[in-house]
């Protein structure tokens, strides 16, 4: 009864966690501009991640290999939002601003002057 629970559990974390992946792709292809794909790249990478890493500690039951798993899971929480960070900030001393809003006319796709 225990490893039925183990195993689905185990597929519900890999199931979220690849969901995440493909909602990150999503978002890097329809996202405008570098700051907003980044978050996108950057979120679903740290917590996508970590779904897909517990749910492989929850298929393997061996002490070494849960270890292994969550050192890679620790040096994951670190260093992805370290370097989006990094990336982010080399960007704007770079000049790359971020889209922030477009102007008025262009909302609702009609123009104003009619």
Known sequence: ???IIMNI???VFLLIG???CVSGGVGILRFP???TRMHAAGVTDTLASAMILTGLMLQ???GLVILKLIIILLMTLFISPTASHALARAAMINGLKPMLDKPADHEGGMSSKT
Do not use: I, K, Q, T
């Open 18 to 20: 690849s969901f995440l």
């Open 1 to 3: 009864m225990m490893d």
């Open 33 to 35: 501009d570098l700051f």
């Open 9 to 11: 559990s185990s597929a």
């Open 60 to 62: 393997n039951p061996d």
